[in-house]
């Protein structure tokens, strides 16, 4: 059964790990016969939530007008989101925690986006896995709150510069994954 997938990319730089992850899952996906809607965060104007509570209001996610608003109708039309980022200080990008924490005009807006599978894709500088923790339990929890189903994650420790994924079993780890879907 073909799905409709939302992926949402955390990176700000377009050629590195995590934009290789994205590609590596967004190919796959499509090969499968999924339909894929992507958003780079870091190339969007999605500013902080400023818990106004005016969601839908106006018809749209958020009144404050920005780029959330073209991605929210996308997640309502999702059968899966699939965030992708590199761990920036323990946790989420900034880029793509602003697109996350505007998640919340769903529950404000008592929009019933509940069922839909997310997954995480990332990868880190560290060799530790367990530094990933920063982007798992919120991801755990907020997926719980909007009554997702968390499907998994894909975590690929040890890269930094540019395509140090390369070196990895990384990209056949997300393609395994992405064949799951």
């Known amino acids: 059964m073909s799905k409709n997938i939302v992926v949402i990319t955390g990176s700000p730089r377009k050629n590195g790990n995590s934009f290789a992850m994205t590609d590596a899952f967004i190919e796959t996906v499509k090969k499968n016969g999924h339909t894929v809607t992507r958003f780079d965060a870091a190339e969007m104007n999605v500013a902080g939530c400023r818990a ?54 769903f529950f404000v807006g008592k929009r019933d986006i509940a069922g839909k599978d997310c997954a ?3 990868c880190c500088e560290e060799d530790d896995v367990s530094v ?11 997926t719980s709150l909007v009554k997702w189903n968390y499907i998994g994650e ?16 990384g990209i056949s780890r997300v393609i395994e994954f992405a064949e799951k879907i």
């Open 154 to 169: 894909v975590y690929v420790t040890s890269v930094n510069k540019v395509g140090d994924i390369a070196q990895t079993d």
């Open 132 to 142: 990933m923790e920063g982007i798992t339990i919120p991801c755990k929890h907020m």
């Open 120 to 122: 995480v894709l990332a």
């Open 52 to 105: 106004c509570n005016s969601c839908f209001k106006t018809g749209k996610a958020c009144s404050a007008g920005d780029d959330f608003n073209d991605v929210a109708p996308a997640i309502e039309n999702a059968d899966v989101v699939v965030l992708t980022m590199p761990l920036y200080w323990y946790t989420y990008p900034a880029q793509i925690k602003a697109v996350i924490d505007k998640f919340y005009s």
